[in-house]
Nanobody, 122 residues
Framework: QVQLVESGGGLVQAGGSLRLSCAAN????????MAWFRQAPGKERQFVAT????????SYGDAVRGRFTISRDNAKNTGYLQMSNLKPEDTAVYYC???????????????WGRGTQVTVSS
């Protein structure tokens, strides 16, 4: 089992950047695929990006590809989401999640953080 805690959210102007972090407890972080999802008010949770256990396989959602970069540091039990050229439509609560298999589907992820708010002003 792994517990996840997100940080790094905040308010930023359009065109700006933020880096989110996902700190995992326990010694088994490196055994899990890690992903980021987001959820805006009144909308379904949306896939943002995922990275496999070793960090050599990545996948991005269409809305963020080319602007966001997912990474992880297994030695620090931490995952990251670097967000650049932010747009107002990126405003959402961002969640870190962990799973045993590489997937873009919400239902494949067993462990979730509580989320961090990202607000992009126009």
């Amino acid at each position: 089992q792994v517990q996840l805690v997100e940080s790094g959210g905040g308010l930023v102007q359009a065109g700006g950047s933020l880096r989110l972090s996902c700190a995992a407890n326990g010694r088994t972080f490196s055994a899990y695929v890690m992903a980021w999802f987001r959820q805006a008010p009144g909308k379904e949770r949306q896939f943002v990006a995922t990275i496999n256990q070793s960090g050599n396989a990545l996948s991005y959602g269409d809305a963020v590809r080319g602007r966001f970069t997912i990474s992880r540091d297994n030695a620090k039990n931490t995952g990251y989401l670097q967000m650049s050229n932010l747009k107002p439509e990126d405003t959402a609560v961002y969640y870190c999640a962990a799973a045993g298999r590489f997937s873009r589907r919400v239902e494949e992820y067993d462990y979730w953080g509580r989320g961090t708010q990202v607000t992009v002003s126009s």
